[in-house]
């Protein structure tokens, strides 16, 4: 199954993406259908605030995750996965960033990056959960990098939404269910 | 009169696009004006009405009064359910959700939200029916 959950800034989507994906995982277990659970963070740990959130987020989750922490190539992990693996991606801003300012990646070569994730989880038979954040609600901004990123991620958006099963906003850690519910 | 609300790129236009038939288009950014909507409305098609906060935008450096453009557009709003009403064609309202950053830093910016705000809160007490888009999908709130 794929899943896309986006909401904003401490909306609790990192928690709510969490306990979807524990769930997907302990449900495989019950059913003797032993798969792994990932957690890919995109984010690195470059600076102190970053180191601090990272911990914050590490201390919430459980030990049965397996954390991978990989900034470009999502491509080289997914390969790998199993069937009834479940693999959280958090976050999409984040990975967008950094192929946009540090690989100089184009929009349609994200694209085809993130439709290559999708087909992976598909063929693979594995659970894939992308986590992202809105932040196309603001004033227009000004300047063209940031537009230009803003429109990019927006695209990768309603790529993932036409292909997931479920896709979930979360506000003030509610989840409101936009397509398939459980 | 229908408005279809969201953020920067959330796939409004192709909402509608896929949604109505034959439409008439008056785009701001397309550089038309806003009293052109007249001229444009083909007979027997929707017109649509997209670029709002570029045209605020524009008054903003005219007019000192927020409450001055807000009252011109909600007349405008007024002449337009009106026209529909007559026409018996239906008018379709795109508008950019632009609430939900920061507070901007320039004055100019925040007249600009708090204006577009207002003038969104009024096209939706017209209309039958709001539509809010989030990342190509569309949920209908009124």
Redesign the interface.
Known sequence: MII?I?G?ARSGKSHFSEQTALSLYNQGNEENQRGCLYYIATAKTSDEEMVERIQIHQQDRGKEWKTVEESFDLERILSTCKKEDVILIDCLTIWLSNVMFERDYSLKKAEMAVNCWLSLAREGQFHLLIVSN???????FPDKAVLTY??SL??L??TI??QSEL?V?VQAGIPTY??GER | MQLVI??????KRKIVKDTIGTCSWVSAYQEDRIADWETRWLHGTTLVIEGW?KWIADELTTSESNDDIRSLYKALFQTLFEEEQRRKNKIVLIM???????V?LQKK?RR??DIAGWIAQDAAQLSDQVDYV????A?RLK
């Open positions: 896309f986006s904003g809105d932040v196309n609600a603001g004033i227009p803003i429109y927006q695209r958006h309603q939404v036409e896709v906003e936009w397509k | 969201g953020g920067a790129f959330s796939g906060e950019l959700e632009m609430g939900k950053g920061i901007p910016d600009l939200r989030w990342n190509g999908l949920r």
